[in-house]
């Protein structure tokens, strides 16, 4: 089925960053903070004390669950409140955070593949469940638009992430190409959506059953470069 594809679609976290790294990373230059600004919080929960209690607030509040942002804040802020902080140093708590989440290592291959997609005039949207920021990150530069959980209201593989791009930009299914690393929320999302997939397997992991296969799979970004030639008219079997 021949696509004439002008938008791509591209996951963040893990895709673009080793995402592990920069969330310990973010997480414990939270911790440090609350040790000095909120030190009984700080003694009372560990990182993974506070992380359970995400995942709690997540099981039970549905709307939270999609938004990693305002998971964590309140998070923080009920925490807070067990034991008599005030709630106006969540603001500054997120913000420390937040700096830190997007201090990430793109990637060897990022940069020359966003390069090689802006020369063809491709329109890149970042579609992402996470609460990164490609302009604090540095690639802002690169991206017609970022979309996450907080500006839709769900999350992949809700197909209601991609339905927005169509919205936003006024194109159909068949002028977007997607790239993600994770099966269910990228390869699955993508699929309900009616979008090709480009599965970025980095780590050469086996596709969990259930989940269909993708029209391309790659191991770098680098193998896409030269598509980014003929991807317009790119015949995707």
Excluded at 18 to 40: R, S
Excluded at 181 to 193: F, H, Q, Y
Excluded at 195 to 222: D, F, H, Q, Y
Aim: hydrophobic share 40%; glycine share 4%; proline share 5%.
């Amino acid at each position: 089925m021949s696509k004439m594809i002008s938008v791509i679609t591209i996951d963040l976290d893990d895709t673009l960053w080793n995402n592990k790294p920069t969330l310990d990373y973010a997480e414990g230059v939270l911790h440090d903070w609350l040790k000095e600004y909120v030190p009984l919080l700080a003694a009372k929960y560990s990182i993974e004390d506070m992380k359970k209690h995400r995942g709690e607030i997540s099981k039970v509040e549905q709307k939270l669950s999609h938004d990693m942002t305002l998971l964590r804040r309140e998070s923080l802020c009920r925490l807070s409140n067990r034991m008599g902080y005030s709630e106006q140093l969540i603001d500054q708590a997120m913000e420390v955070f937040l700096v830190a989440r997007n201090n990430v290592t793109l990637y060897d291959d990022v940069i020359p593949f966003l390069e090689s997609c802006r020369a063809k005039n491709y329109q890149i949207v970042a579609l992402s469940n996470g609460n990164s920021d490609v302009h604090a990150i540095g690639i802002g530069q690169y991206f017609s638009m970022t979309l996450s959980p907080s500006d839709v209201g769900t999350s992949k593989p809700d197909p209601a992430m991609f339905h927005f791009v169509f919205e936003q930009m006024n194109i159909k299914p068949d002028a977007v190409l997607h790239i993600g690393d994770e099966p269910k929320t990228d390869i699955l999302g993508a699929a309900s959506a009616g979008v090709p997939c480009v599965w970025i397997n980095r780590n050469n992991m086996k596709l969990p059953e259930g989940i269909p296969a993708p029209e391309i799979e790659i191991t770098s970004l680098a193998e896409l470069i030269p598509l980014s030639e003929t991807l317009q008219n790119y015949v995707l079997n």
